[in-house]
């Protein structure tokens, strides 16, 4: 059975979405290596609808700011 998905809903199926937890109690930049190469990063909110502009990415890993027990998640396209 073959089923038609806009290319919008694929590349939205695609994208890892990690969550992040601060524990220490102090702001930081934190990098997370991947076992691909990211195209993009973008940070969203809990129900993983996108929130503002790209994040840092090179090649395989990302850099975010987080703050002091903050939880974010982040969607990442390889």
Do not use: W
Request: hydrophobic share 40%; charged share 30%.
């Amino acid at each position: 059975m073959r089923y038609a998905c806009p290319d919008t809903f694929l590349s939205e199926m695609a994208a890892v979405k990690p969550r992040l937890v601060e524990m220490e109690g102090i702001d930081k930049t934190v990098t997370v290596k991947l076992p691909f190469k990211v195209s993009r990063a973008v940070r969203c909110n809990i129900i993983e609808e996108e929130q503002g502009g790209p994040e840092e990415a090179h090649d395989d890993t990302i850099a975010l700011r987080l703050g002091h027990h903050a939880i974010e998640t982040v969607k990442v396209y390889p």
